[in-house]
């Protein structure tokens, strides 16, 4: 077990930790006493039909999301509805490598797939709050993995589902550039094959991870249109050292890693033996699929494939050149659009 | 000095090293008796009106652009054409870090840019084959770049230019890819500062470049589609073993990292005090400027946004959706276009 205060609730603001109990995870192993950090913005009412709920994001954090997406007179306004963000098995914030006792901690820790993180959230929601319906399951990229899963393994709990930035299979390019992020890391002597004392000792993976993200995560318009400095860098060499790295720099490795394996092999076909038109088709939420339009690893294509094979569902791709990350709201265009979908998608009966 | 099988006449085909006397770089280091290594094919007719050269592009040699382009009844017909090929400096052909003698050899070897590579070419054709005026000069890739710096710098010289998935100046973006193509290499502890003894002590270094060209050469669509199987491969790790490492994995590292470091500072617009447009206006060629539409590193709106600032040029995007490593000819559509492209160009006045 590691302390790093990149997860501390000095630097991600307040969440709540639940012992969900053990957690028998698909691939075998058993998460023991499995811990989910959450956080809540809003009033529960009183029949339980405001509850949204939202998965984070690889790297991600409640703190981005509440950021970004939380905010009064947004769409997802704390004022009307009870929003749960729950940090996924890996985050560092809930079950992690570095943060679970020997001897499941670090290079131990077990393999964890996304339908493990949804059967743990579906614990805390059902468990701990006692709603048995969603009004909306939202989240972007690994959160849109989860929020597909959501809907494909409990359809009559979900009434909305707005999976951004993400599929529900995930595609063979998107796992070998996740391949390039795990290999990063992996590669640096410093690592250890995960038994490290410290980050720091694997500063030199984080860094390259860090750059291959700069090159995947945006796009090649956000660079000529040398958007990094309307962000507030003075260079690329700025931006690269003082935001790229410096967000990744500070997590955890096999935190990372943790998530890079659940998101290589997200597939909500796992429970129809394979075929994703059978898993989609059990999707009885109102469904907006939102790619957006110039992401490098997801994009709008492959998420329109999947999104004509959900019954009531429909595309709403969000224009932007910030590329993927352009989930960080980076883009001032961004959150318009993306309110304007989800305030359209929750004022539908479903 | 190093020995490197993959680049003898047994493995390459026959080429001449031809010894163009000391070339002073831009950069401020001097290649001492810098060989370029050349293939011709077809005859120079006796105006000397026929010539076209034919630069080679990053990691390639004359081998391939002999097999994909010049072939009797396309555009590039060696009956019609005298056709030099110029492997690039740091090819592992031409004068290279592996193959030159100590000592300037590996990691001294001195910087290189693509404006040196055209000085050496230009000595070439006008003091080995007396050539005043190229017919074509095309290339794909780096063989873009210095296709441009070829217009740019020699515009009286060089009648109709084809410039294939490159640009003239490259891009941010795409000196970004570059950097974690190089990191990939260099954070081998095997790589040594350079000063490994046979490129199979950066095998692992190799195999992470080769796995980063898999994500970003190709493209999102050329998976879902399982273009790879087509080609020949049963899955994709048998591609990315047999295909991609089996591609780059023999190459020598320092060789890459010399073309890498070119590809990354390609700028036309050095001669210009950096004025791209300025620059572009010099060219006097017909050209037709060819991007490849699912690029991901040299897009097609980057190309775009060049040839128009070229007097007498045309877009002619290529559609395939084998991404920039379309330029390797998978596509059997592929090359029919750019024999369509470059006939049309060919039949003009220039």
């Not at 959230?121 to 972007?140: P, Y």
């Not at 391949?179 to 500063?203: K, M, Q």
Request: charged share 20%; proline share 5%; aromatic share 12%.
């Amino acid at each position: 077990m590691l302390t790093n205060p990149y997860y501390s609730v000095e630097a991600q603001g307040p969440y709540v930790l639940h012992d969900i109990g053990d957690l028998r995870l698909e691939e075998g192993g058993t998460l023991r006493n499995c811990k989910l950090g959450y956080a809540t913005f809003g009033t529960l009412n009183a029949d339980k039909s405001n509850a949204i709920l939202m998965p984070t994001w690889y790297s991600g954090t409640h703190a981005i999301l509440q950021q970004v997406y939380i905010v009064k007179h947004h769409a997802l306004d704390p004022e009307r509805y009870f929003i749960i963000v729950v940090n996924q098995i890996g985050s560092g914030i809930s079950s992690s490598p570095h943060n679970t006792p020997f001897p499941a901690d670090r290079a131990n820790f077990p393999k964890v797939r996304i339908g493990d993180d949804v059967q743990a959230q579906h614990r805390l929601v059902t468990e701990k709050f006692g709603i048995e319906r969603l009004a909306l399951v939202v989240g972007g990229s690994m959160g849109a993995q989860q929020t597909f899963e959501w809907a494909v393994r409990y359809p009559d709990m979900v009434r909305r589902a707005a999976p951004i930035a993400g599929t529900a299979k995930n595609s063979v390019h998107d796992f070998l550039f996740t391949e390039t992020l795990v290999e990063a890391i992996t590669s640096d002597p410093g690592w250890n094959g995960g038994w490290y004392s410290s980050n720091w000792d694997v500063r030199a993976g984080l860094e390259r991870h860090a750059k291959i993200w700069a090159v995947m995560g945006w796009s090649p318009a956000f660079f000529s249109r040398q958007r990094f400095r309307a962000l507030g860098f003075s260079s690329l060499e700025d931006f690269i050292a003082n935001f790229m790295n410096g967000y990744f720099g500070v997590m955890d490795p096999n935190d990372l890693l943790c998530m890079a394996w659940k998101w290589q092999r997200g597939d909500v076909s796992r429970i129809t033996g394979g075929n994703l038109e059978q898993a989609l088709r059990r999707v009885k939420a109102k469904t907006f699929v939102m790619p957006i339009d110039s992401d490098m690893f997801f994009p709008p294509s492959d998420c329109e494939f999947e999104q004509k094979l959900i019954p009531n569902s429909e595309l709403r791709p969000i224009h932007t050149v910030d590329g993927h990350l352009g989930l960080f709201g980076t883009d001032p265009e961004y959150i318009g659009q993306v309110d304007r979908h989800l305030n359209e998608l929750l004022s539908t009966n479903a």
